[in-house]
Each structure stands twice: as structure tokens, then as C-alpha cells.
């Protein structure tokens, strides 16, 4: 039987709610809307507090919101929904005069009817920017606290205590990396910053040399630099540098000075090997 390869998977669609109390306005919004393969539209309202309580049941990642309507204007039922919950907002209304309002409240766009369909487009495609920033903002702050908990919670704090440099997390290009101390070949500092270089790739970790040689196992890291630790299984040999100083060559060929006030570790190390 023939596979059949699968492509890469599709984002998820906007999920958008149309409010405004004139059914032909709502009607306008979603044939354009049904245009876009990416929306999918979760309901209609025709008022401020119908609006409200979709929102807070089907929570829609944007909403085309009209300004004055009878009993509930849109902004009383943002005040309803709460910010923290309020999803983006692309305002449509007749009347000008609401605009400094609608920006106040972090309104995404703010369509004045009539408008015709490139203006609807342009509302829309910033509508979907600003909700892909915010969920990439969401991701951030949730990785940012996982981390902090990770490695500052008590419990886990005493865990790392039992088992130093087993494990080191580190926060790169929006994803904690769990790296295991036997893949990392050599550290280096770099300003407020550690540098891992893990098979040709460098990671960043803001963290101390100091705080960081505390934590790695001595058995298997040795400093031979104030700002260079390094993986013994990965050490090859010790080259002549000049004036009488080595360098320490990896297995990779990576060539890091060996500083002569680390002498000492290393002779040490020597001395256990012959």
C-alpha cells in the first residue's frame, strides 16, 4: 500500500463573533468573512449583553464589534467580558466620535461603515497579527514562570542539591531546553550570560560562572579559565600554546587557553590519571 505523506499541520482558525443590532451589518461581516479559510465564525449578537455572555462562553479570538446599540453599547459589554478575557476587537460603527475611545480600550481597528472590502481586509489582517502576538506573548510568560518554578521551587532546588548538574534548563528562542550534562561539550561566559555549546549549537543562560561551577559536577567539568569550563570526556589533548602555556583541544578540534592559574586543576587531574 502506498503512504500518502501527511503536510504540516494548519493553524488553528480565528475564531470570530459578529455583533451589531442591524442584521444587515452582521449579514455584510460574515459574507466577508466566509471568504477567509483561516476565520471561523462561533455566533452573532445583536446586542452589547448578548455579546457579552457569548464571549465569556465561547471565548472567540476576535470580535467585529458595533459601537452604539440599544441597552448595551460595545464598550459596556467589554466592561462586562473584563480585560483579562476580552478577546481582540475590531470596532464597526457609523460614528467617528468613539474612535479615541475604542483605542483607549486597545482596539485592534476601527472600521467606519460604509467601508469597502480592501479597508474590511486590512481591519482583518491586523486583527490576525495581533492575535498571533499575543499568543506568542501567552507562550513566552508561561515558559518564563515554568522555568522560574523549575528551578527555583524548594522541592526541586533540594532534588538538584542530590543530583548537582544532572540537568540544566534553559530558556532559548521561546522553549526550555533540558539539557543533560553529558551532552554539553564546553561553557564559556559571555557578559551577564552563560554560553553552552551543546554538538555545534550554543544556548543561553542568564546565570553567573560561579553560581554555575557550584552546580556541575566536578567529576565530569573542570575550569580551566575565569570564563571557560569545560567537559573532561570531551577533552582530547593539552597543546603547547606559547610562552611555556597549553590549550586544551577537544575532540571536535575546538581549541580553548588553558590559563595558567588553572594549572593546578589540571596537574591535579593528571595526577589521578597516571
Known amino acids: 500500500m502506498k503512504t500518502i505523506p501527511l ?7 480565528v475564531r470570530t463573533l459578529i455583533v451589531d443590532d442591524e442584521p444587515a451589518a452582521r449579514r455584510g461581516v460574515r459574507l466577508l468573512l466566509e471568504r477567509d479559510p483561516t476565520v471561523e465564525i462561533v455566533g452573532e449578537a445583536a446586542g452589547g449583553a448578548e455579546a457579552a ?77 495581533a492575535i498571533r502576538q499575543r499568543e506568542t506573548e501567552n507562550v513566552n510568560s508561561r515558559l518564563t514562570q515554568l522555568l522560574d518554578y523549575l528551578q527555583h521551587d524548594p522541592a526541586r532546588a533540594a532534588a538538584r542539591d542530590e543530583l548537582p548538574g544532572d540537568r540544566i534548563l534553559i530558556k532559548s528562542s521561546g522553549e526550555i531546553v533540558f539539557l543533560k550534562a553529558d551532552e554539553i561539550d564546553w561553557i564559556e561566559a559571555e557578559g551577564d550570560y552563560m554560553k553552552f555549546h551543546v554538538a555545534g549549537r550554543a544556548h543561553l543562560m542568564r546565570e553567573t560562572m560561579a553560581r554555575l561551577e557550584a552546580r556541575l559536577d566536578p567529576k565530569r567539568f573542570l575550569r580551566i579559565h575565569r570564563s571557560t569550563i569545560v567537559n573532561l570526556d570531551r577533552m582530547r589533548k593539552l597543546s603547547p600554546s606559547f610562552a611555556g602555556e597549553y590549550a586544551v583541544v577537544l575532540h571536535d578540534g575546538t581549541k580553548l587557553k588553558l590559563s595558567r592559574g588553572y594549572h593546578e586543576r589540571i596537574n591535579a587531574l593528571l595526577k589521578q590519571a597516571f
Open 7 to 13: 503536510g504540516p499541520p494548519t493553524a488553528p482558525r
Open 53 to 129: 455572555e457569548i464571549i465569556k462562553r465561547e471565548k472567540p479570538d476576535l470580535v467585529f464589534l458595533d459601537v452604539q446599540m440599544p441597552g448595551c453599547d460595545g464598550f459596556e459589554a467589554l466592561t462586562k467580558v473584563g480585560g483579562a478575557a476580552s478577546p481582540a476587537v475590531v470596532f464597526v460603527t457609523a460614528y467617528d466620535e468613539h474612535a479615541l475611545r475604542a483605542f483607549e480600550v486597545n482596539a485592534v481597528d476601527y472600521l467606519l461603515k460604509p467601508y469597502d472590502d480592501a479597508r474590511f481586509s486590512a481591519a482583518l489582517q491586523r486583527a490576525k497579527h
